[in-house]
């Protein structure tokens, strides 16, 4: 059973910064792109970054660009979120999913929220 | 980017009941869509991927069809444990987008 854990979400001021991580288990993390989605409370979901298998490929969405940036640790079956800059409209449930080869999410984490508030 | 469009938004319906929700795109996608359930509190599940293929461990009474630009999710007959919201997503390009979800309520 794919095991994926989320943390590090917590409350920030608008323009702080937080790092957050994905730890997997049970399955072969080196081999799998791995993407962040993010729930805005009550509404809808928003897939916000990619990165490939091999951490060379990222793509982000627009309103993340220049803010954000994905990276891993297949040493230590890690994926994280740096986010800087925070804004009030990022404030949501961030979870982690395992990309399929159909490019749909078989396994995600738990989530964890990221409130931006002053 | 592409955008999905659900309808209805809102569902209310009984137990035993067939069911279909529709997920519309703004251009084609072939088949790369996929269908999740998500359950207060949960992270979502993938029921379906590649618009008709079954996830493995999903009961065969939710089914996919469709292909470019229109697509479908049935379930055949409605149990008690269906009762949530449910996102289309496309998977063919990026930035990878989602339908606004339709909430199924028990009537």
């Known amino acids: 059973q794919v095991q994926l854990v989320d943390s590090g979400g917590g409350v920030v001021q608008p323009g702080g910064s937080l790092r957050l991580s994905c730890a997997a288990s049970?399955?072969?993390?080196?081999?799998?792109?791995m993407h962040w989605v993010r729930q805005t409370p009550g509404k809808g979901l928003e897939w916000v970054a990619f990165i490939r298998y091999d951490g060379n490929i990222k793509y982000y969405t627009d309103s993340v660009k220049g803010r954000f940036t994905i990276s891993r640790d297949n040493s230590k079956n890690t994926l994280y979120l740096q986010m800087n800059n925070l804004r009030v409209e990022d404030t949501a449930v961030y979870y982690c999913a395992k990309d399929h080869y159909s490019g749909s999410y078989d396994s995600w984490g738990q989530g964890t929220l990221v409130t931006v508030s002053s | 980017d592409i955008q999905l469009t659900q309808s209805p938004s809102f569902l209310s319906a009984s137990v035993g009941d067939r069911i279909t929700i529709t997920c519309r795109a703004s251009?084609?996608?072939?088949?790369?869509l996929a269908w999740y359930q998500q359950k207060p509190g949960k992270a979502p599940e993938v029921l379906i991927y590649?618009?008709?293929t079954l996830q493995s461990g999903v009961p065969s009474r939710f089914s996919g069809s469709g292909s470019g630009t229109e697509f479908t999710l049935t379930i055949s007959s409605l149990q008690p444990e269906d009762f949530a919201t449910y996102y289309c997503?496309?998977?063919?390009?990026?930035?990878?987008?989602f339908g606004q979800g339709t909430r199924l309520e028990i009537k």
């Open positions: 049970t399955f072969a993390f080196s081999t799998y792109g």
């Open positions: 590649d618009a008709s």
């Open positions: 997503q496309q998977c063919t390009n990026y930035p990878r987008t």
């Open positions: 251009q084609g996608i072939s088949s790369d």
